[in-house]
């Protein structure tokens, strides 16, 4: 006959393997949270000691003053909100609007500065402390994910103004005739597309702008798509859009530090006053003299190298190949607008295209398919993207001179170069896609059958 004990201990034991399964995890996510949490301290204190508010102090503001961006904050919600049902989503949304009503009655009594997006705020903010005080088990980890989630792309948003701030003040001198004097390999495409721009104005210009300057809100649209049965499922998939969103915003303002450039538009436009080299944007293409560091303001982000908006748009353009075909039809138009928008107004140079298309597929192709581990197609496709990445800007810097006076050769490898970490990602995901990723749970150890 068989023991009530000896029917118990291979559940137990089951039970400790998972545990200590899950212990390095747990480890893991509190190690990146508190540094997540050290970074934004820091970045306060760096803006602080510029006389400014930093990313925790401007988020904390917003809880009573007028937002900065009441669609982000409102994006911010609808991401908390996939993991609520249904009913639970038509009472956040009408709090957040009832709350939104009373704050702007009262500024309007006040005369105060009007916005929008305290209710989205305070509604998320609530979730939380609903989750510590309203739920237990899966229920509390789920919600508060969601919570976690909503919140990230504000701070993201935050953490980006700051890094900013940061570049302008410790980078006196940018690197802006190098990079247009490289450009030239690649035919001066800011140049052409400005003209073209300005030729169809005012109707490009009002589309265009509307795609640049709302790029999160797309971003929030595609996640809701790939969260859309977390409420059902109760759990999160293993990679979505907004892992890859925050990892370029951690990653590229780092890049802005070593590589300071402001932009056609303000070193060679009317925008850079008497900073600018000349008025030459986008009429006059740049002259080809040898290029030197130039000083530049103390108020314009040096944000140009690589370029995050080319880096975000393509990551919702790989995004949406996994979305039904209206998915991937928008995925397609906000990556050429982004594109044409970023050329056309002058923010950015071809090589910052070139350079954030290579920046943001070899961050995908560090993020993605995550329960593969990192398998060896994984650290050769990384190490490459991050090599080709590494010669563009080396280049950029130390070879602008005889990249413009051979742009028959410098043009092509830069595209090539592109197009071949844009291959080794497709053939990649294609690999990983067709063979079943390993599990990552250890199994327990067979017990001996008991007679």
């Known amino acids: 006959m068989i023991s009530k004990e000896s029917r118990i201990a291979p559940r137990i034991h089951l039970k400790n393997v998972l545990a200590a399964w899950r212990k390095p995890r747990a480890l893991l996510w509190t190690a990146v949270t508190v540094v997540a949490l050290g970074f934004l301290v820091a970045l306060e204190i760096a803006a602080r000691h510029y006389g400014v ?10 809880v009573i003053f007028a937002p900065k961006s009441g669609p982000l904050l409102y994006a911010c919600m609808a991401l908390m909100m996939v993991v609520l049902t249904w009913r639970q989503r038509f009472i956040a949304v009408g709090a957040a609007v009832s709350i939104d009503v009373v704050f702007a009655l009262v500024r309007w009594v006040c005369d105060a500065r009007m916005g929008f997006g305290n209710g989205a705020l305070w509604v998320v903010l609530a979730c939380g402390v609903l989750a510590f005080t309203h739920r237990t088990g899966r229920e ?7 919570v976690g989630l909503g919140l990230l792309l504000v701070a ?15 980078r006196p001198t940018v690197l802006d005739q190098y990079v247009a004097t490289a450009d030239q390999a690649l035919g001066n495409p800011s140049w052409l597309v400005g003209r073209m721009v300005r030729a169809t104005d005012p109707i490009s210009g009002h589309v265009l702008g509307w795609v640049y300057g709302q790029l999160a809100v797309a971003a929030v649209i595609f996640t809701l798509y790939q ?4 409420a059902s499922e109760h759990r999160f998939p ?5 892992r890859t969103f925050m990892v370029i915003g951690l990653l590229g303002p780092g890049i802005y530090m070593l590589f300071p450039v402001v932009g056609p538009i303000f070193a060679y436009g009317a925008d850079g006053g008497h900073w600018a080299v000349a008025n030459l944007w986008p009429n006059t293409t740049p002259p080809l003299d040898p290029p030197q560091r130039m000083p530049f303001d103390d108020i314009t982000p040096r944000n140009c190298m690589p370029s995050l908006h080319t880096a975000w748009a393509t990551a919702i353009f790989i995004h949406s190949r996994q979305g039904p075909r209206v998915l991937r039809f928008a995925g397609t138009f906000w990556l050429i607008a982004t594109l044409a928008a970023t050329l056309g107004f002058g923010y950015h140079y071809g090589a910052d ?20 581990g990192w ?5 050769q496709l990384v190490a490459y993207g991050t090599a080709v990445f590494a010669a563009f800007l080396v280049a950029y810097r130390y070879l602008p001179e005889q990249m413009a006076d051979y742009p028959w050769l410098f043009g092509p490898l830069l595209v090539l170069a592109m197009l071949s970490v844009i291959y080794g990602y497709l ?10 990723a390993p599990s990552l749970k250890p199994q327990a150890k067979p017990q001996p059958e008991l007679v």
Request: net charge positive; charged share 25%; proline share 4%.
């Open 353 to 372: 295209i070139v350079a954030g298309v290579v920046f943001a597929v070899t961050i995908e192709a560090a993020l993605r398919a995550p329960e593969r």
């Open 156 to 170: 993201g948003r935050k953490t980006g103004d700051a890094w900013l701030l940061i570049t302008w003040k410790t």
């Open 427 to 436: 053939r990649a995901t294609r690999l990983w896609d067709a063979q079943p």
């Open 227 to 230: 969260l859309r049965n977390v």
């Open 238 to 242: 293993s990679h979505h859009l907004v």
């Open 140 to 146: 509390r980890v789920l919600l508060l994910k969601g």
């Open 375 to 379: 398998d060896r197609s994984r650290i």
């Open 53 to 62: 508010r930093g990313p925790i102090s401007n988020q904390v503001r917003e």
